[in-house]
């Protein structure tokens, strides 16, 4: 297993799929026509171009560990240089953000609630710990809120939500749930966003994925929840023309 699988797949791939994936590949060069720059967890079991029945050429996803995209006031890291590199470089209007349930990054941002002030030594917790503590800290003041708000320094950005009304999840999903939430307003401090934003040419969403039933979420700002992606809802998940 482990590389070898990798290989064994790689060979399967040339005696398949390689010659048509080729041609695919010069007409995407020729026409290229991506929709969306998509944020997601590392998490093995989210495979955003499964889910959303995409291809080559669809998206461009940049995934880590619990989808973060951290603030402008933390740094310009991979997020921002991939959003701008999707968003100004290559004009794609939407951003989306995703999150899922059974989140391992979430859990252990949740795990560390009590001493989230506290660096730390291993990688994964600082990492968690730096960009989720402020979901976190937003879940925990306001999680008995209803709605919980997310306030962005950009006019008609800002969120209201009602997280998981059914009580379904665990905290750690629900938390996970805020921290998209969060994610999509980390985005709005991006300067090179932020005309973009106001003129209403990028528009930002939020996915969650329920590893267990394989259902989609997507965030509804009109019923401030997220709705799973169905016939029944896809007139209100559907946003305005942009
Ligand atoms: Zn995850």
């Not at 020729?30 to 093995?44: E, K, L, Q, R, Y």
């Not at 998206?59 to 619990?66: D, E, L, P, S, W």
């Not at 100004?88 to 795990?111: E, F, P, Q, R, T």
């Not at 209803?146 to 939500?161: D, L, N, W």
């Amino acid at each position: 297993m482990g590389v070898e699988r990798i290989l064994r797949g790689v060979l399967n791939y040339r005696h398949s799929v390689q010659k048509l994936f080729q041609y695919e590949l010069r007409d995407i060069k020729s026409h290229p026509n991506p929709s969306a720059v998509f944020i997601s967890c590392m998490d093995a079991r989210l495979f955003p171009n499964d889910f959303t029945l995409t291809k080559a050429g669809d998206m461009y996803v940049m995934r880590n560990a619990g989808n973060m995209a951290p603030p402008d006031e933390l740094g310009r890291g991979a997020t921002a240089a991939g959003v701008e590199l999707g968003c100004i470089h290559n004009d794609i209007k939407d951003v989306i953000i995703c999150g899922h349930s059974d989140c391992k990054a979430m859990a252990l941002l949740w795990k560390l609630r009590d001493t989230i002030d506290t660096q730390r030594p291993d990688a994964l917790s600082e990492w968690v710990r730096k960009y989720g503590r402020s979901s976190l800290k937003h879940y925990l003041a306001e999680r008995d809120a209803q709605p919980m708000k997310f306030r962005s320094p950009i006019e008609g950005q800002s969120i209201s939500a009602h997280i998981d009304p059914d009580k379904r999840y665990q905290p750690h999903d629900q938390l996970s749930q805020v921290h998209c939430l969060q994610q999509m307003i980390n985005l709005t401090t991006y300067p090179f966003l932020s005309e973009r934003l106001l003129q209403r040419r990028v528009r930002l969403s939020a996915m969650w994925f329920d590893v267990d039933s394989a259902d989609v979420y997507m965030f509804s700002r009109a019923t401030e929840r997220f709705l799973v992606i169905c016939e029944d809802n896809i007139e209100k998940l559907l946003p305005e023309p942009l």
